[in-house]
Structures are given as structure tokens and as C-alpha cells.
């Protein structure tokens, strides 16, 4: 008899910064400044995620996050995230999405956000991405080389039961993904 594999632990909520010195060093080497930057932390139980908006428009996100194999093929159904607003010229508090559970084996997670502007102004998009292994439900974080090594970009996971084998015809997950944000992102507000 197989033992179900165990939850992941509650999301935690962060008060912190993330990566105020990653951006410094950034715009240190770059010797530019993006219109939004986001930076992400993967664990066993969350994506946590903070926007630095660079433009001079207040912007509202919508939030995603998607999981693929080693060969970018979706694994589970993208999951939606918070709604974030980011004044104008400022850096938002981070906030999460929680980590579903995970199929064993080496899967690579993108979380995605599309901004828009409360005068209808152009739509800005940008992603973070995090690598990871599941062996029995216990999720290991890995660095881009360990997980690359790992998968040599090769389709190595095990199908969840009741979850149909991934279909390469049409969109790709992070184009699904996308239209999915903007159709997020032209409901209406909520109070």
C-alpha cells in the first residue's frame, strides 16, 4: 500500500525585503535600471515574490506561477496568485503563492506577473523561475546547473494519478499562462 505523500508545511507570511542588494548589484552591473524587477524565493511550501516598479505609473499585477518538466511541458494547471498593487518608483512587500503538491522528480517553476495601469497605459510583464526536486512529496531547491544536469532538458517526472500526460500541441505554458494574467487583469477591481 502506497502512503500518500505528506503536505507541504503552512506558507509563511514575510515582512523582509528580498533582494534590495541583488537589485543594487543588478543596476551596479548592468548600469541600468528595468522597468520592473522582480525577484523570487522558492521553498518546500511557497513562491515568495517582490515587484520593484521603475515607471512612473502606479501599477496593479496579476500574479501567476506555472510548473514544467525538464523539457518546458506543463505538469499541473498554472496557479493564480494575489492581486498586487505597486505605486509608481517603489518596491511592494512580498507575497506568495502557495506550492501545490508536486509529482516527484525535477520540475521547474516561473512565476509570472503582468502590470497594468489605471489609465488603460501599455501592459508590463516580467518572470522569475526556480528549479526543483521532488523525491517522495519532499521538494529540494536546486541551483539552475544542479537541475539542468540533472534533466539534460529531458521529459523526467512522474505522473500524478488522475492527471492526463502532457500534450506538446498548441500554446505553450507560459503562453497559456500569460493569457490567463490578462484576462485576470481586466476584471474589474474588487473593493
Same mark, same amino acid.
Given at each position: ?39 523570487? %524565493? ?21 500574479? +501567476? ?6 523539457? @518546458? /511541458? ?6 493564480? @496568485? ?22 516527484? +522528480? ?6 509570472? %506577473?503582468? *502590470?497594468?495601469?489605471?489609465? *488603460?497605459?501599455? /501592459? ?12 517522495? *512529496? ?23 494519478? @488522475?492527471?492526463?500526460?502532457? %500534450? ?5 505554458? @507560459? ?17
Amino acid at each position: 500500500m502506497q502512503r500518500p505523500a505528506p503536505e507541504p508545511p503552512p506558507v509563511q507570511p514575510v515582512d523582509e525585503p528580498l533582494c534590495a542588494a541583488s537589485l543594487k548589484l543588478a543596476q551596479a552591473c548592468t548600469g541600468a535600471q528595468s522597468d520592473l524587477v522582480m525577484c523570487s %524565493v522558492f521553498t518546500a511550501s511557497a513562491a515568495t515574490s517582490e515587484i520593484t516598479n521603475n515607471t512612473d505609473s502606479d501599477l496593479v499585477f496579476a500574479t +501567476g506561477m506555472m510548473i514544467v518538466d525538464g523539457r @518546458g /511541458e506543463e505538469l499541473l494547471p498554472a496557479v493564480l @496568485g494575489p492581486e498586487v498593487r505597486v505605486p509608481a518608483r517603489s518596491t511592494n512587500r512580498p507575497w506568495q503563492i502557495a506550492m501545490p503538491r508536486l509529482p516527484d +522528480g525535477y520540475v521547474r517553476i516561473e512565476v509570472m %506577473v503582468l *502590470g497594468t495601469s489605471a489609465d *488603460g497605459g501599455q /501592459e508590463r510583464s516580467t518572470s522569475s523561475e526556480g528549479q526543483l526536486r521532488v523525491r517522495g *512529496g519532499q521538494i529540494e531547491v536546486l541551483d539552475f546547473h544542479e537541475w539542468y544536469e540533472a534533466t539534460a532538458s529531458m521529459n523526467v517526472y512522474e505522473v500524478l494519478p @488522475g492527471q492526463p500526460d502532457p %500534450v506538446p500541441e498548441g500554446p505553450t505554458p @507560459g503562453e497559456r499562462l500569460y493569457e490567463q494574467l490578462r484576462a485576470q487583469a481586466k476584471r474589474p477591481a474588487t473593493p
